[in-house]
């Protein structure tokens, strides 16, 4: 799918979101477990920490067709690390400069807490992120 | 293009997945993928059948990679993890895809979008697949000692049954005594013994045991460690606390619940004659003779059920559950207080009836009793007023005639409220318990594993989890006992292989890594000339906090590495 086919009205923005095992995955199971609803083209990989995402993933995902990044920062729930929420916020913080220096729009990553029962928090901010996704149209480099 | 030999299995989950994902077409997209030799799909690939089945494909067919995509990981990641490890294959090997709570359910309105969700999902579980590589999990000696959280009728029994199988117990009251609410209860149903008396059997006994060690007006106040070996500090004393640091294996929590305290006004509750269900049952157990209440012979009762609970959320302070002890609670206290006074005209005001089980036998009792019940809808609760003669008024639409306003005169009103989760807010902090959509502890599985939760080696009994009656929170803290103790007799603990390795080719020791990390875990070390990181394994959580900040990306996680994360981002974009 080229970046100029899928856009328009019919523009469905893909969204991947890294979430934590044992923080944000238990929230987004509970949001499906309740058959509450968000888009199908939200796809989740999950790792142990969100301290542990790497800022060239974020770019890999745009480079490679997604449109937006949703980071589930771990806050201060987190098993590991009692910092975790600085380091987060500093790797989301990179990983928008990344992004920015080669040409997309900063507000294609986004970063948000999610607990392990947040699973109404989890879907409106995919349902929101999808609709500022979608004013913005596909993820190109330079525009 | 992959020398890889996979299998991949998609489960139907009996309807669960298959209702709203189109299986076959993520079976047939499957078996295109480079590397996947053997594709299917089945009813239940948890079931016996299919899991023996997975074990033959292996062996036949020389699988070196196993794809399972059916419910979260969280159920049956080492269900599926045994059957690589029956059929030879390193477990690690495996990957579980989540097509169930992140898929099927997550969008039952649109089966298109997540038969294509699905089949990107599949997708990624094979590219990380296709770069697995065999792992062992990392073995830790574990403590064989427990610490129980709470010494109500729950935390008493895990304490016993823990020490009877030879693990040594820390059992942490917050209170100055122990013993929680049953403590304080009398008759107790179905046998009829005091609550008193069997805490006081429970409590002799636990001090008959020299390896269980009692604290009260304690707190856990630190927790650190995982599952197998942790260490909790813990204030014991109010004014001049002193500290204690305890070592132990696993941890049951069993801090009970709080009562619900109707609102002011509610059915008049604070003026004279209204009463909750816990204040009658104080009064009914203090009373010698015939109960009164202010002096006065108490003649007529009428129970409101459902006060505060089965409600809108939002309304005040109300439950939306239904709190599961109360109707046999309070069809129990009418029989105490028949017993106590013959005369007694009782009139029990419900929306439900849920004396369920063999409590139902209690239920007839009381009818035969006397007791009358009457049914109110949601929407037309009873009222309550002053009467003219000094007692209370109450009047109902009862469902059972049909609608006909019924009103009754009657000397006390008890409020039939439920259990609420009890405030534990620092606990909560020191434990990172996560709470269910009701505010109790939340356990991992209500069926498969109803007392572990999300935090390894800590568990959960008794009406911390939600409301229970003391036989169900006595079952539920053997249940914990039975998980902690299987944990600690086996003397060991696997991990997650979740361990840092740093690329000696490419890793020119900057030191970062080693800033980054908070246990500790890495060094640097000589290797042919060259400063390299080494991380230590005993002390390495697998946090991953260190890959990040590698400047030359020479420093990886197993099972989560660079190049897997970015297999999975590009199957995923497809």
Redesign the interface.
Known sequence: MDGAAKGGKDFIP?I?AFST??IS??G??????S???????V???S???S???????VL??LE???DGVFIAADGT?C?????CVE?TSS?SG?AQELIKEKGYEPQRLKMGAI???C?EPFTSQMKEFFEVLKKLGPARKGN | MSDRRIGVYICHCGGNISDYVDVEAVREAAGREAGVVVAKTAMFTCSDATQQEMVEDIRENSLDGLVVASCSPKLHLYTFRDVAKRAGLNPYRYTQVNVREQCSWAHTDDKKGATEKAVRLVRAGIARTSLTDSLEPVIIDTVPRALVVGAGIAGLRAALGLSDIGISVYLVERENAVGGRVAGLGSMYPHGRNGNSIISQLVSEIGKRENIVAYTGAEVVEKSGSVGNFNVKVRVGGDKPQFVDLNVGSIVVATGFDTFQPGNSEYGFGTGGVVTLDQFRELLDRSGGVPAYNGKEIKSVAYIYCVGSRRDPGVEEAKAYCSRYCCNAAVHASLLAVEKNSRIHQYHLYRDMRTYGRYELMFDQAREAGSIFLRFGEDAPPVVSQSAGGGLRVSVKDLLTFGEEVEMEVDLVVLVTPMKPRQNGGLVDVLKLPLGKDGFFNEIHPKLRPVETVVDGVFICGSCQGPKNSSESVASALAAVTQAASLLKKGYVELEPLMAVVDRDICRWCGECARACPYGAISSEEIQGTEVASVNEAVCKGCSGCTPVCPKNAIDLKGYTDAQVKAMIEALAE
């Open positions: 893909k991947l095992n044992n995955d238990p987004i199971d509970l949001a499906g477990s058959h509450m609803h968000y888009p199908p083209s796809v989740v990989i790792v142990p920490c301290s542990g995402i790497r800022p060239g993933w890999h995902a490679k067709g997604f729930d098993a590991y690390l009692n910092d380091r790797i990179q607990c392990s029962v699973s």
